[in-house]
């Protein structure tokens, strides 16, 4: 997952990426940890599509910039799968899994 922190690296690569997994992960929440082990195993095996993320700690207004214009409320734990620049999909907590990404998303 490549981490991103300004609003300005979210908008370039939304502009640039028709499809890419968008992932909202908490530092300090065990639950979030377990998400984000499902999208990376998931990542791992569908390295044909970007998966991209932050740290709400670290990034709170690109958290929330991304809530405000995709109209997803935040969570975190959070995957969002974007497609030509909208959210198409979305999960959070203990429904982010291996499992829901496969049949979710499809590479």
């Given at each position: 997952m490549e981490k991103l922190e300004m609003i300005e690296q979210f908008e370039?690569?939304?502009?640039?990426?028709?499809?890419?997994?968008?992932?909202?992960?908490?530092?300090?929440?065990?639950?979030?940890?377990?998400?984000?082990g499902e999208c990376e195993k998931f990542a791992a095996d569908h390295p044909e599509l970007p998966m991209y993320g932050l740290y709400v700690q670290e990034a709170r207004p690109l958290s929330n910039y991304i809530a405000e214009t995709t109209g997803v409320k935040h969570e975190s734990p959070q995957v969002l799968l974007f497609e030509n620049g909208r959210v198409v999909w979305h999960a959070s907590?203990?429904?982010?899994?291996?499992?829901a990404l496969s049949e979710h998303v499809g590479v």
């Open positions: 370039r690569i939304k502009k640039e990426t028709n499809r890419f997994l968008f992932v909202k992960h908490s530092l300090t929440c065990p639950i979030s940890r377990a998400a984000l907590h203990w429904a982010i899994t291996y499992g």
